[in-house]
């Protein structure tokens, strides 16, 4: 039987606790989280799934201490600013084959490097949960761009979360170009403004990373909380329009004189892609998201950026960058 632990059980955690409820071979569950309210939560999302998890292999614990011994895979579903206190608490206590870690990774770049040694030395599998790989429409779009095509890749929207969700869409250039080489450019972030979650920060504005064969991911996020948050990808030879919230794609290539198509698309929840991805790494050994040693080099250069901003804005030298 795989043993399998969530760390963090709010509202994400939550729903890849129902994701892992759809597994379909032996397993056990403990879902850690210090919060009662956290663990109700889970409680509760849990029975809105029909499962073949038996509930006596089911654990809400309060502690990593009172987790199984030997962890085939943990998820770790906490805020950025305690992650990496969380990954030195459950590998100090317990032996861990397969990690699957949430953005944003950490707030400090001391952190990520800290981050890779431990799992190097423990010989653990790491992945970060930036799922876009996971979705068809975007293995659809990958198969239609070529190594060495020139992408424009916008996203806008109104404070749909720059700060916390830049990294999302970076993933996933680095997957569609297949090229995890960016020079981050902040100069068009405007305002910082307070974040959804107490403590964190958000930005407004526009963040470009740009890659060296002059591929460019352009994020806008305004004054505007009503504006949907719509996607643009542009190669030479296609074009699509990517409405996720609507599930709506249009799309156009030169072979077709750029006569527009639009159809319906599937953009799961994450509670549909937890089953998946576990199911690739139990079974597998293998996973669609981004291994952690790509995502670091990914995160790093970003919270550099957003740092640069951050202290230019604040007038003072921090190396925390407070998003989650």
């Known amino acids: 039987m795989h043993k399998i ?35 109700n939560l889970a409680k509760s ?41 969380v990954i030195k608490e459950l590998l100090k206590l317990k032996k861990v084959k397969n990690l699957v870690l949430e953005k944003v990774l950490f707030q400090t770049i001391d952190e990520y490097l800290e981050a890779f040694k ?14 876009r790989p996971m979705f068809e429409i975007y293995k659809d779009i990958k198969s239609k761009i070529r190594r ?14 720059l700060a916390c969700n830049a990294i999302h869409f970076i993933d996933n250039m680095a997957y569609l170009t297949q090229q995890s080489n960016f020079n981050y450019d902040h100069s068009g972030i405007s305002k910082i403004i307070e974040g959804k979650r107490n403590g964190f920060i958000e930005f407004v504005g526009t963040f470009i990373a740009r890659q060296n064969n002059g591929s460019e991911l352009i994020l806008h996020s305004r004054l505007d909380s009503s504006a949907p948050l719509k996607s643009q990808i542009f190669t030479e030879n296609y074009s699509w329009s990517i409405d996720e919230i609507s599930g709506v794609i249009i799309e156009s290539s030169k072979e077709k004189k750029w006569q527009e198509h639009s159809r319906k698309i599937q953009i799961p929840f994450q509670s549909d892609l937890t089953n998946h991805l576990a199911s690739q790494i139990l079974l597998d050994k293998k996973c669609d998201l981004t291994s952690y040693d790509i995502s670091m080099k990914l995160h790093k250069n970003m919270i550099i950026s957003f740092l640069e901003f951050y202290n230019s804005s604040i007038n003072h030298i921090s190396k925390v960058c407070p998003i989650t």
């Not at 409820?21 to 663990?39: A, C, G, Q, W």
């Not at 060495?148 to 979360?161: F, L, Q, R, S």
């Open 45 to 85: 999302r849990a029975k809105e799934i029909q499962t073949k998890v038996n509930p006596e292999n089911i654990r809400y614990l309060t502690l990593i201490d009172q987790m199984h011994d030997n962890i085939d895979l943990c998820i770790i579903a906490t805020s950025a600013n305690i992650r990496f206190k």
């Open 118 to 131: 431990l799992f190097k030395k423990n010989k653990i599998s790491c992945w970060v949960n930036c799922p």
């Open 5 to 39: 632990a969530i760390i963090g059980c709010g509202q994400l955690g939550s729903r890849h606790l129902q994701g892992l409820l759809k597994i379909d071979f032996p397993i056990s569950i403990d879902v850690v989280d210090l919060s009662d309210e956290s663990l």
């Open 148 to 161: 060495n095509d020139i992408v424009t890749y916008i996203v806008t929207g109104g404070e749909w979360g």
